[in-house]
């Protein structure tokens, strides 16, 4: 059976995608064992489009036929590095659908963050992972991304 050819297009966001990044959304909480909650997550998401507080990229395949599937998204938060006296993006939230997982839909995502931020003159894009999330590791290491060697991580969670 010949293996169907998909292309990956990837969108900034709006509110209006919300009933599109929802049940992508409700994805990653779950992979990561959280109760389900799809209006929360609705409720969560529509506040930080009309905060403008987060900035979401939407993954989209489209087969042969046109047939337009959303697949993935990733979320991005503004800090800063004191330092390099310039923005700083956290890539907070990256999640590809079981069934399209190995197309490149992760690869196509992170890419377009990096775009992102560089157009807005930012001094790169950080991210924490698991430390058992092995496929995302190598992702992000086979995309560039270079695991901090140099600080330790703290949270402080009430």
Not at 10 to 25: G, N
Not at 66 to 71: D, I
Not at 90 to 109: K, Q, S, T
Not at 128 to 147: F, H, I, S
């Amino acid at each position: 059976m010949e293996m169907q050819k998909k292309t990956t297009e990837i969108i900034r966001a709006t509110i209006d995608d919300l009933p599109l990044i929802v049940p992508l959304f409700e994805g990653y909480r779950q992979f990561y064992k959280q109760t389900p909650d799809p209006e929360g997550a609705r409720r969560f998401l529509a506040e930080h489009f009309e905060a403008n507080s987060s900035v979401i990229f939407l993954a989209f395949l489209t087969d042969e036929q046109g047939e337009r599937q959303a697949c993935g998204f990733t979320q991005l938060y503004l800090s800063f590095s004191s330092v390099a006296l310039k923005k700083l993006w956290i890539l907070n939230d990256l999640f590809v659908a079981p069934e399209v997982r190995h197309l490149g839909v992760g690869r196509a995502l992170l890419k377009g963050a990096r775009e992102f931020a560089a157009e807005t003159q930012a001094r790169g894009l950080t991210l924490k992972t698991a430390v058992d999330n092995y496929p995302a590791q190598a992702l992000y290491e086979t995309a560039g991304w270079k695991r901090d060697e140099q600080f330790y991580s703290y949270n402080l969670y009430f």
